[in-house]
């Protein structure tokens, strides 16, 4: 029975009074017949307060892939577009308005659409709202399991790449004092006019480009940036040797 109770049931359950009549109906398979209403209706109310209950006592931490799931993932998660990890952060950065169920679905939807449709990612597409819609409606268990799979694929993501960045930074006192971090709102923008010169793609193929891609771009820049830097620091010391000499 646990199967048949959706991600789009999820939210229900933090409501202040609990639709039980359309979990009886929805999830547990309720038809009002006369036959249902003399001697079923008890049987099928306990059996969803149960299904509930066990719901609700869940650790959705604790739940990890099902391998029967339908929904596919892709092999890394930084194998998702630019464009779809850009969504994701922002999404995971403003969430607070979104139910655990909605916010799911969102954030596989984003995750899973490209693995599973083969198709460019693009969050106003209909095919994209499709597969969000089937998303909804799939098991609320197998969903917790990529949910989790995301956060904690994402988790390593993101300290995989600042370890990376952060061996190459060249900190410019200089620079920062001169307000250059106010630049860092222009990070995406020329991301993708890199990603456009450097693969000689269009604006909209920079987007599609997956975001591992992206990254080693960009730090294949930062890396030769943080030479450089160090190439003129060995050539000054050098030149100041140099003139020391009688």
């Known amino acids: 029975m646990i199967e048949k109770f959706k991600l789009k049931h999820l939210d229900l359950l933090t409501e202040d009074k609990i639709d039980y009549a359309r979990l009886m109906v929805e999830v547990d398979g309720y038809k009002n017949t006369w036959w249902n209403k003399r001697f079923g209706f008890m049987g099928s109310y306990k059996r969803t307060y149960s299904l509930i209950k066990y719901i609700q006592n869940l650790d959705p931490l604790l739940i990890d892939l099902d391998p029967g799931c339908k929904i596919l993932i892709p092999e890394n998660i930084d194998d998702i577009s630019f464009s779809a990890m850009m969504e994701l952060q922002m999404l995971l950065n403003n969430s607070s308005d979104l139910g655990l169920g909605e916010l799911m679905a969102e954030s596989i939807a984003i995750v899973c659409f490209s693995a599973n449709s083969k198709l460019d990612f693009k969050i106003d597409s209909i095919a994209y709202n499709e597969f969000k819609s089937l998303i909804m409606d799939t098991s609320a268990t197998q969903m917790m399991g990529i949910s989790n799979w995301i956060h904690k694929s994402l988790k390593e993501s993101t300290n995989h790449w600042q370890q990376k960045f952060f061996e190459v930074e060249v900190i410019d006192e200089d620079y920062k004092n001169a ?16 990603l456009c010169t450097d693969f000689n793609v269009t604006y909209e193929e920079a987007w599609q480009l997956s975001y591992s891609l992206t990254q080693i771009n960009s730090l294949s820049k930062a890396t030769y940036g943080f030479i450089q830097h160090h190439m003129s620091k060995i050539k000054e010391a050098k030149m100041r040797a140099n003139r020391k000499k009688p």
């Open 179 to 194: 307000g250059g971090e106010k630049m860092n709102a222009f990070n995406i923008v020329n991301t993708i006019k890199a």
